[in-house]
Structures are given as C-alpha cells and as structure tokens.
C-alpha cells in the first residue's frame, strides 16, 4: 500500500464487510456468549433494547456460518477504536473512590460528579405497560405524574398521555417542562406509590391465547374423520363459530398444496374475473401454479386483465380469494378433491 496516502484516503480504499445488519450482528453476538454473559448484558437494556435484541435472537437461530463471520468482522470493526478506559469504568470509578475515601465520603463527592440519570428504583416504570402508566398518571399528583413521565421515554409518555383531555396534558407536559431536579423525599413518595400500585392494580399485558385461529390449527391436524366429526359437534353447539373454524382451516395459501388436478377442478367452477383477483394477490409460485392449471389461452386472457387491473383494494382480493377457497371446500366436502387435514389411517 501506497505509504504516502492520507489517513483518510487509506480508510477509503480498505475492503468493506459485507452487509449485515446491526441488528442481525447484535442477536448473533448474544448467541455465541455464555448463558450466564448474556443474561447479565440484557439486565442493563432497556425494555425497548431487550424486546429488538430478543425478536433478533430469534431470527438469529437460523443464521448461517457466513452470518457468524460477518458479525465476528463487524464486532471487530467497530471496536477497533474502543478506549479500554471506557470499559466498566463507572463502576472501577465508585469502587475506587469508595476504597481510598470510604462510603460516606465517597457517597457526598460522587453525588456531585457522577453524571445523574434516574433512580435505579424507578426502572420499573420503563417495564410497565402503557395502559397502566396511563392510569398511574390520570390518578396521581399532577407534579407526580410529571415526574413519571420525565422518567420514560419519549414514546411512551406519548402514548399514556394521548387517552387523557388536553387540558391535562397541557398542564402535565408543563410541569415536566419546568422540572430541574428531584429531592430525595419526592422519589421516595414516587417509589412507595409504584410499590403500592404494581402490588394492587397495575396488570401485566395479555398474553393471546386460543381463539379460531388456535382451534383451526388443532383441527386441521387430526385425522380428516375426526377432525370432520370435530366440526360436525361444534356446529351443533354454535353454527357461526364452527364455519369460522373451518374458514381459518383452510386459508388461499393452502392451495399450493394441491396437485395440479385438484386444483384445475377447482378453478372450472370459479369466474374468471374472480381468479384473476384471487392471484392478483398470490405469491409467485401460487399465481404460476394456478395459470398452469388452465388452458394457456385462458390463462393469457387472465395475465392480460391482471395486467390492465392496475391497483386493486385488498377487500376485492380477499374475497375473491375467500371465493375459491369457499369453491373449495365443497368440492372437498363433496369428496370431488382432498385438502386439508391428516390422510385417514388406512394403507
């Protein structure tokens, strides 16, 4: 390399890491750490930080080697410039000074050096949910609630406030605005009612559980009798519900499971102006296997009105699409097709 370049025109030329995101990288790094590693590094997240890094974890399961390299390369590239100094230096600081001056006068010179942030104990207002900080605010204090809100973030106070007249945001966002410091007594008061509060109202968010989508999923993995003697009882005991069910069992996308006859059978009993639509929102491979169904000149008549569509509400395509899949199920019903469902267990 040219020893006569400048700094910056060497940092120009220097080969790039291939893309992966930061996001990508972070979850990939949390992997490959010890348990007991990673569970201390997300103990010092906020809540916001631990549900992206948490849903990146997930996706990261399924990384590759290629992946890893890239995370591993980029870690090293963006810490190459880390002054050790910085590391764990808050707390080698008050280690420190607590050992040369001990804890009394360690505690009065630190209260006026360290930089300030929130209490430890009001972190539990960033892990509530924002239906009960909204009703934490509304019931408290005026100058409490602006404390509260003056201790999440941005976003979140947004958001519990958004419910309440504006009169009383008005009066909230001014008192926060006004706010320089907090005495001692105050965060006790504000600690004491969030104690009483999680104990007593506050709630953690529902968890989704169940419902039609849930049964659907049961039902369409039992044998076809049962699952079909399933419906047949349910129906008895709410018509409504059961047809439902049955709707959520079989879904557009459950057709590219079909072989090419099932689903050309299908097709001859459907409007053409209806298919044209249902693919108009298919996948790729769906949209390609159902024109292969049909003879090409239909199926270039289709192409071209699909082409001359243009853009189509979601509504039209839905239930166009809820059109076939109805077609469908009563040519299953009828044994004309199969779908859905185990095979019965006969050889």
């Known amino acids: 390399m040219d020893e006569d ?4 025109e060497t940092a120009a030329i220097a080969p790039a890491i291939p893309g992966i995101s930061g996001e990508l990288s972070a979850a990939i790094l949390m992997m490959l750490l010890e348990d007991g590693d990673a569970t201390t590094i997300l103990q010092h997240l906020a809540p916001d930080e631990v549900k992206a890094l948490g849903k990146g974890m997930f996706e990261a399961s399924s990384a590759n080697e290629t992946d890893v390299e890239r995370a591993l390369e980029s870690f090293v590239a963006s810490n190459r410039d880390l002054s050790a100094l910085a590391v764990g230096a808050p707390v080698r600081i008050r280690e420190m000074m ?11 010179i630190l209260s006026e050096i360290e930089p300030q ?11 509530m949910d924002v239906a009960s900080i909204s009703e934490l605010v509304a019931s408290e204090h005026p100058q409490v609630a602006a404390v509260i809100l003056s201790v999440l973030t941005p976003e979140v106070s947004a958001l519990a406030i958004s419910s309440l007249d504006e009169a009383t945001q008005t009066d909230l966002l001014f008192r926060s605005a006004n706010l320089r410091s907090i005495s001692a007594e105050a965060i006790e008061d504000l600690e004491a009612i969030l104690m009483n509060y999680t104990s007593g109202k506050a709630h953690a968010p529902d968890v989704a559980l169940g419902g039609r989508n ?16 399933l419906l047949r009882s349910l129906r008895k005991k709410d018509r409504l519900l059961a047809d439902a069910i049955e709707e959520e069992m079989f879904v557009f996308d459950d057709l590219a ?5 099932a689903l050309g059978t299908i097709l001859r009993n459907v409007d053409a102006d209806q ?3 249902a693919i108009k929102g298919a996948s790729d491979v769906l949209g390609e296997k159902m024109l292969g169904t049909l003879s090409a000149r239909a199926a270039q008549t289709i192409k071209d009105d699909i082409a001359d569509m243009g853009q189509v509400k979601r509504t039209d395509v839905e239930a166009a699409q809820k059109a076939v899949i109805a077609v469908a199920r009563q040519m299953a019903a009828s044994g004309e097709i199969v779908m859905g469902g185990k095979s019965d267990d006969y050889v």
């Open 5 to 8: 370049l400048a700094p910056d």
């Open 98 to 108: 607590h050992k040369a001056l001990g804890n009394v006068r360690a505690g009065n």
């Open 117 to 127: 942030s929130s209490a430890p104990s009001l972190d539990i207002l960033r892990w």
């Open 214 to 229: 849930e049964v659907a999923r049961i039902v369409k993995n039992l044998p076809r009798p049962a699952a079909e003697k």
């Open 257 to 261: 499971a079909l072989d090419a006859k």
């Open 275 to 277: 298919i044209a639509l």
